[in-house]
């Protein structure tokens, strides 16, 4: 009987562990084969014709590779999706707005349950008694946390997703504040990646400085600081 129960606990530890080890491997392959060679505005710069032409010809195929990439990245925590979404804008126009938010809630639900899966349960039922008060903490200002970590562009997109799954923050909760938060810079990347052939003109280490405008950061750090208002006044009330 002993090994049977083995068998079983290893089973559901692999089962557990599988989609989070795929994400890896997949993580680990992506800069194997430097991949990220391809996530430059220069690089993107020399085969912009070919692209835009390609995409022209072949849109739904296109649009679904996008898509399929967009939703891969964001799962595999992997980092280029500002420039992806400048060349969604440039390719797809104003759409690529939707098309971005689908591949960011969609990878970031994919990570979201590989890490709950992996070790959210552990941490819910096994860790000491201040990460069941940082969890419980969390958990009851989500949303509000969520919207910061996704409003503020120094924070990659994966943190708030492994966070959420590591702390078993709601599915609700997840995905509203995921939706909510991106769409501010989305926006602004899509419509900014509209002219993303006049930014390709520009010189390389200049490309990505318009994002550090005040006309743009400051708007974005305003929306984080008002997301965070709700705990703030929650916190001086009981006091």
Request: aromatic content about 12%; glycine content about 8%; some cysteine.
């Amino acid at each position: 009987m002993l090994l049977p129960t083995k068998i079983a606990i290893l089973f559901s530890l692999a089962r557990k562990w599988m989609l989070l080890i795929l994400l890896l491997t997949l993580f680990i392959c992506f800069f194997y084969f430097h991949l990220q060679d391809y996530l430059h505005l220069q690089t993107i710069k020399t085969y912009q014709a070919v692209v835009e032409t390609w995409t022209q010809d072949h849109y739904k195929t296109a649009t679904a590779l996008f898509l399929l990439i967009y939703t891969l990245m964001i799962a595999c925590a992997i980092p280029g999706g500002t420039v992806l979404t400048l060349l969604g804008g440039f390719l797809f126009g104003m759409i690529a707005f939707v098309y971005v938010l689908l591949g960011t809630v969609t990878g970031g639900l994919i990570l979201y349950f590989a890490v709950r899966s992996a070790i959210g349960g552990h941490i819910a039922a096994h860790t000491t008694s201040w990460v069941k008060k940082l969890e419980g903490g969390f958990k009851k200002n989500a949303f509000n946390y969520l919207l910061m970590l996704r409003l503020v562009p120094v924070f990659p997109c994966w943190v708030s997703n492994i966070t959420a799954g590591a702390l078993n923050v709601p599915l609700g909760v997840f995905i509203s504040a995921t939706l909510l938060g991106v769409a501010p810079a989305t926006l602004i990347y899509v419509m900014v990646g509209r002219g993303l052939d006049k930014l390709l003109a520009l010189e390389p280490s200049s490309g990505l400085s318009i994002f550090l405008a005040p006309s743009i950061l400051l708007p974005l750090i305003g929306l984080a600081m008002l997301s965070l208002f709700p705990v703030v006044y929650k916190s001086l009330k009981k006091r």
